[in-house]
């Protein structure tokens, strides 16, 4: 009786830490969500200049030596780079 109440007891503890340990995870996964919904901002995300209203009407993309940079006085992060997206082409 007594090897029997031993064998349920460590099947007791073992569940135990287990819930435990992945109701660890999971408040970890919330604390994680918390923080990354309050970053603030990168500096320079905000834009006052809005495209056109018809800017879609042939659906082509195309860049021609466009370089790219977080925000005014960053470094460049893209270097002139060209490419061309027609319409209807799947882009991977």
């Given at each position: 009786m007594a090897l029997y109440a031993s064998f349920s007891l460590t099947k007791v503890v073992q569940y135990t830490v287990f819930f435990g340990v992945?109701?660890?995870?999971?408040?970890?996964?919330?604390?994680?969500v918390q923080e990354y919904i309050n970053l603030p901002p990168e500096p320079g995300y905000q834009l006052d200049i809005q495209p056109p209203a018809n800017w879609v009407s042939r659906g082509k993309i195309e860049f021609k030596n466009v370089s790219l940079i977080y925000?005014?006085?960053?470094s460049t992060i893209l270097r002139d780079v060209?490419?061309?997206?027609e319409p209807k082409?799947?882009?991977c």
């Amino acid at each position: 009786m007594a090897l029997y109440a031993s064998f349920s007891l460590t099947k007791v503890v073992q569940y135990t830490v287990f819930f435990g340990v992945e109701y660890e995870n999971l408040m970890t996964s919330v604390e994680r969500v918390q923080e990354y919904i309050n970053l603030p901002p990168e500096p320079g995300y905000q834009l006052d200049i809005q495209p056109p209203a018809n800017w879609v009407s042939r659906g082509k993309i195309e860049f021609k030596n466009v370089s790219l940079i977080y925000y005014k006085g960053g470094s460049t992060i893209l270097r002139d780079v060209s490419f061309r997206i027609e319409p209807k082409e799947k882009v991977c």
